[in-house]
């Protein structure tokens, strides 16, 4: 079965820039999507079909996909930025989530 | 507004069976696919099984395979999750998430319930 590996944790202080990696097998052949999910909440969908933005989901959030490589980038991080974020794709017939990764402003 | 709610979780014995339920509103039900994903306590998300608008595409992880069925029913606007052979890892916050598109694949999930928790255990 296809493996997304994700980091555990990255930490960043407020203003700069975070970067969360999903690596998979030829990854950048695949649509990738990611959801931030905060202590005791439902996951929200932030980024779809590598990049695309939904509705009510700030510019501050980016995401690329190439290679064996997708990242989703949170500019200018804020405290509410804080969370857990998962990425995901399709492959055979299957949903996959990476193992998740927690992000910590400094 | 766009609202999933699950229902039907709780405590049960390993081996017995629960069926878990799934309300939604505000969208047209069945224009979507619809999916269940669980959240075991401090862990990450895990797919559990998703079905297209018209239930002619289900599928299953292969954790479950076998002892869970997805169903739905667009004339009450409602998923279903049949839980049979109920093991202590299924212990979970199950979601139901609704899909992007009608048909089954390569979509996102763009709107999630708040998860009912299923506790197997003795």
């Known amino acids: 079965s296809y493996v997304l590996t994700q980091p555990p944790s990255v930490s960043v202080a407020p203003g700069k820039t975070a970067r969360i990696t999903c690596g998979g097998n030829n990854i950048g052949s695949k649509s990738v999507h990611w959801y931030q999910q905060k202590p005791g909440q439902a996951p929200v969908l932030v980024i779809y079909y590598d990049s695309d933005r939904p509705s009510g989901i700030p510019e501050r959030f980016s995401g690329s996909n190439s290679g064996n490589t997708a990242t989703l980038t949170i500019s200018r991080v804020e405290a509410g930025d804080e969370a857990d974020y998962y990425c995901q794709v399709w492959d055979s017939s299957l949903w996959v989530f990476g193992g998740g990764t927690k992000l910590t402003v400094l | 507004e766009v609202q999933l709610v699950e229902s039907g979780g709780g405590l049960v014995q390993p081996g017995r069976s629960l069926r878990l339920s799934c309300a939604a509103s505000?969208?047209?039900?069945?224009?979507?696919?619809m999916h269940w994903v669980r959240q075991a306590p401090g862990k990450g998300l895990e797919w559990v099984s998703g079905i297209s608008w018209n239930s002619g595409s289900i599928g299953y992880a292969d954790s479950v395979k076998g002892r869970f069925t997805i169903s739905r029913d667009n004339a009450k606007n409602s998923l279903y999750l049949q839980m049979n052979s109920l093991r202590a890892e299924d212990t979970a916050l199950y979601y139901c998430?609704?899909?992007?598109?009608?048909?089954?694949?390569?979509?996102?999930?763009?709107?999630w319930g708040q998860g009912t928790m299923v506790t197997v255990s003795s």
């Open positions: 998430a609704k899909s992007q598109v009608a048909g089954f694949g390569n979509d996102a999930f763009d709107i």
């Open positions: 505000g969208f047209t039900f069945d224009d979507y696919a």
